[in-house]
């Protein structure tokens, strides 16, 4: 039996307790990015210290997930850096919004914490199964669940399945839908399997090492984006905003987190890139004068 406990509400997973008024966005040097809560605000600072002149960042803290869309669609900030893609689509199909996604940043890991269970075999038929109740989380959620062969999902749904489009429940888990903001409560209340991210599990000491499973997407489908909207893609102050938000000082930041098991970068540096490049080839040329060095001897 399917329970909703919680209205939906438009989230991606992040809260701020503080709320800045976004005003018009006069100074087309001057670039407003609305974001909330660390570390998407911590990102937009570091960028802001890496920009190239002429532009600069000024960061505005809103305290939902509506509003900085909403900023950015009545060009009242140049961008926003708080959501994944598919949580913008929806946006978009939802207001008739033009906003794009220029730029993945990271990907948060997720996963599904128990206080019951210490292995997937120890589930039990009928499992109470507590997931967000807004639409892109409860989406996520059953993807993960899917992964690790838990269910199986309506293909025709798409990037936003819901609990009706499951088409096979081998253990006849029980879904309950609770905001994102509670699901915390929802594990310290007992529930058998909470999906939760890392920001809000780490309240009652949890990390993603003590998730019972963990999302597996290499492709970063839910990667959170800086976003802008499409009139402003080809501008100058959109590429520098993206040549900030993917340089080697937002990397090393993300880099420390992903030690912690938090998340995990969803761009390579482009230095790093031609690095790499570089050091392969070296490592061609080195082989083939090796190789050549053989042949001279043999000969």
Excluded: C
């Excluded at 999902?153 to 009706?164: H, K, R, S």
């Excluded at 499951?166 to 409560?185: Q, S, V």
């Excluded at 290499?218 to 501008?235: G, K, M, Y």
């Amino acid at each position: 039996m399917f329970k909703k406990l919680a209205t939906a509400l438009l989230a991606i997973g992040f809260f701020a307790s503080t709320t800045t008024l976004v005003g018009a966005q006069e100074d087309d040097k001057v670039l407003k990015i609305a974001s909330h809560m660390p570390p998407m605000t911590d990102i937009v600072e570091i960028a802001a210290e890496v920009i190239e002149e002429p532009y600069s960042i000024e960061l505005v803290e809103v305290s939902d997930n509506i509003q900085y869309n909403e900023a950015v669609l009545n060009d009242e900030a140049f961008g926003s850096f708080a959501q994944h893609r598919p949580f913008m689509e929806m946006f978009n199909e939802e207001r008739e919004g033009d906003l794009t996604a220029i730029q993945p940043v990271y990907n948060a890991i997720v996963g599904f914490y128990s206080p019951v269970y210490q292995s997937v075999e120890e589930i039990e038929e009928g499992a109470e199964v507590a997931i967000p109740s807004d639409p892109t989380n409860e989406a996520r959620a059953l993807f993960v669940l899917a992964q690790h062969d838990l269910l199986k999902l309506d293909e025709e749904a798409g990037l936003f399945p819901t609990v009706d489009d499951i088409t096979e429940n081998p253990k006849n888990l029980e879904f309950t839908h609770i905001d994102l903001l509670n699901l915390t409560g929802a594990y310290e209340d007992g529930v058998e399997l909470v999906f939760n991210y890392p920001t809000y599990i780490a309240s009652i000491d949890l990390t993603p090492e003590d998730a019972l499973i963990l999302e597996e997407d290499e492709e970063d489908t839910f990667a959170i984006t800086l976003v802008i909207r499409e009139a402003n893609l080809d501008s100058e102050a959109s590429k520098a905003l993206q040549k900030a938000f993917a340089s080697q000082e937002v990397y090393d930041f993300l880099d420390k987190l992903a030690a912690e098991g938090h998340l995990k970068p969803a761009f390579e540096v482009e230095g790093d890139q031609e690095n790499s490049t570089a050091s392969e080839e070296d490592s061609a040329v080195s082989e083939e004068n090796s190789s050549e060095e053989e042949t001279t001897v043999e000969e």
